[in-house]
T-cell receptor, first 110, second 113 residues
Framework: RKEVEQDPGPFNVPEGATVAFNCTYS??????FFWYRQDCRKEPKLLMS???SGNEDGRFTAQLNRASQYISLLIRDSKLSDSATYLC???????????FGTGTRLQVTL | ETGVTQSPTHLIKTRGQQVTLRCSSQ?????VSWYQQALGQGPQFIFQ???????GRGNFPPRFSGLQFPNYSSELNVNALELDDSALYLC????????????FGPGTRLTVL
């Protein structure tokens, strides 16, 4: 079983739509969680950290469910510029090793 | 921009050759992590250096080795290149500590023929 699993998509949504991505992780000892965004042929960039209490940054909401080992990202009012691959990331252990999912591709269309 | 730089941006090598990739970390950061990203996959952790010492390693063979210098810049060396080593190599710098935000450089795209 992969350490971090994501649906690779692609998710094709119209502008203005709400879209949700999910991710599961296998190691219950994982201690930090993030969503990164990666544009085509570019480096990953931190989108937001994920907490059990949930956190929101503008149109983006992230949620962690430790009991189910499940992370989610909700994007409201999608923009064309949101088109990218969204990577679920988990940190386990003292080495701050980031474990990435394969990424979920989002394409927002007119 | 993150302030993390990598060189070269692109590189073409042949099987069996050796390659050295370089990374300059963001000012104030003492930790550098290296990742390999194959096409269509998420980045895979190679190893991490903290204050010039290796501080964790992923499932990569010993022909992948690294160094960190006193100014916290870093090198990734790959010996005996194989076709499957073709990938985007990313370095990420951070201040250190579990969960600390890692900032990625633009990557080096390596093609092995």
């Amino acid at each position: 079983r992969k350490e971090v699993e994501q649906d690779p998509g692609p998710f094709n949504v119209p502008e203005g739509a709400t879209v949700a991505f999910n991710c599961t992780y296998s190691n219950s000892a994982s201690q930090s969680f993030f969503w990164y965004r990666q544009d085509c042929r570019k480096e990953p960039k931190l989108l937001m950290s994920v907490y059990s209490s949930g956190n929101e940054d503008g149109r983006f909401t992230a949620q962690l469910n430790r009991a189910s080992q499940y992370i989610s990202l909700l994007i409201r009012d999608s923009k064309l510029s949101d088109s990218a691959t969204y990577l679920c990331v988990v940190v386990t252990g003292t080495a701050s090793k980031l474990t990435f999912g394969t990424g979920t591709r989002l394409q927002v269309t007119l | 921009e993150t302030g993390v730089t990598q060189s070269p941006t692109h590189l073409i090598k042949t099987r069996g050759q050796q390659v050295t990739l370089r990374c300059s970390s963001q000012s104030g950061h003492n930790t550098v992590s290296w990742y390999q990203q194959a096409l269509g996959q998420g980045p895979q952790f190679i190893f991490q250096y903290y204050r010039e010492e290796e501080n964790g390693r992923g499932n990569f063979p010993p022909r992948f080795s690294g160094l960190q210098f006193p100014n916290y810049s870093s090198e990734l060396n790959v010996n005996a290149l194989e076709l499957d080593d073709s990938a985007l190599y990313l370095c990420a710098s951070s201040f250190g500590g579990a969960g600390d935000t890692q900032y990625f450089g633009p990557g080096t795209r390596l093609t092995v023929l």
